[in-house]
């Protein structure tokens, strides 16, 4: 599982970013870059402006090397809501899979390990919350359908292509 700290130490020491847990809760949203369910899933098949959908390079993203497979139903953390890419927009490699949290499956909040039973609380971001910021009563309240880049669903194994 990868590590991600929210709070570098230059950030805990500037205490205005975390007066208050709703001030604490909107810097944990940004930076984890939770959206909220809008009706439509966060995959790259699904009006992501970076997944080239037809030609040469189908199936294929803008910032992932050309021999990264991604299928409509891959996600990463780099999802840009909007018209897919271009069939001739070149594919170079900007960043590696790993970086962007590229997986293939379903990405939501129901499917992550950090979320509570019901999938209303993700139980990570509350633990920060509290432990690394003292805001004992706060609550990071998410949705099922909601994801964000900390999201634990989704296998690191590309599926078979279709050839």
């Not at 369910?37 to 199936?59: A, F, I, L, S, W």
């Not at 594919?91 to 899979?97: R, Y």
């Not at 990570?124 to 805001?135: F, P, R, V, Y």
């Amino acid at each position: 599982m990868r590590y991600f700290d929210p709070f570098p130490k230059e950030l805990r020491e500037d205490a205005d970013y975390a007066a208050t847990p709703q001030k604490a809760i909107e810097y944990l949203t940004a930076s984890v870059v939770y959206m909220p369910p809008d009706g439509t899933q966060k995959e790259c098949g699904n009006r992501c402006m970076m997944h080239v959908e037809e030609g040469e390079n189908k199936d294929r993203c803008t910032i992932h090397a050309p021999d990264v497979f991604v299928p409509d139903k891959a996600s990463c953390c780099f999802y840009i809501k909007g018209p897919a890419a271009p069939p001739d927009h070149p594919v170079k490699k900007m960043v590696e899979p790993e970086f962007s949290g590229l997986v293939y499956g379903e990405v939501t909040c129901k499917n992550c390990d950090h979320a509570n039973e019901d999938s209303s609380v993700c139980n990570l971001l509350t633990s920060i919350l509290k432990t690394q910021l003292g805001h004992e009563g706060a609550v990071f309240n998410i949705a099922p359908d909601g994801c964000c880049n900390l999201n634990t669903g989704g296998s690191t194994e590309p599926p078979e292509q279709e050839v």
